[in-house]
């Protein structure tokens, strides 16, 4: 609730701070003011806005700033610490490589091959004995649509 209504503050601070920056004169506008070019009697007064903008500024520049400093204090004292509930592939260190990095030039050696691969096709089925009267069993295959 706290941090809410600081970052409203802290965003109103900014939008009026830049406003204020921006109704400002610039350092060369006096020089041309001393020839007769600007009027200095405005909605400010015969002084100008001057005193009064740049007093403004300055104090919101000190909320801004202080605001700022409260809340990465807050920030970096409210947090608690992060508990990794399972453990993950990112948190995991590699395996040491054994036997050492390979010499420069040299490749470095394989993995040792599986003991047994599977095979990637179906076997076949055993053949039927010759002397049987038994017929042997007919591999079973979708026949191709009649056209």
Do not use: C
């Not at 003011?33 to 300055?58: C, E, I, P, Y």
């Amino acid at each position: 609730m706290l941090m809410t209504i600081l970052n409203v503050v802290y965003v109103l601070v900014a939008i009026a701070m830049i406003a204020l920056i921006l109704l400002q004169r610039g350092a060369g506008a006096a020089a041309g003011s001393g020839f007769g070019a600007g009027a200095s009697g405005t909605v400010f007064g015969a002084r100008g806005a001057s005193n009064f903008l740049s007093k403004s500024t300055k104090w919101l520049a000190v909320v801004f700033f202080g605001i700022s400093l409260f809340m990465a204090w807050y920030a970096t004292h409210s947090a608690r610490p992060t508990v990794q509930a399972a453990p993950s592939l990112m948190n995991e260190q590699p395996a040491p490589v054994q036997g050492g990095a390979p010499a420069p030039g040299e490749m470095p050696a394989l993995p040792a091959a599986p003991a047994e691969v599977p095979a990637a096709t179906p076997a076949a089925p055993a053949p039927a004995p010759a002397d049987s009267s038994v017929p042997a069993p007919q591999p079973t295959e979708a026949a191709p649509p009649a056209q």
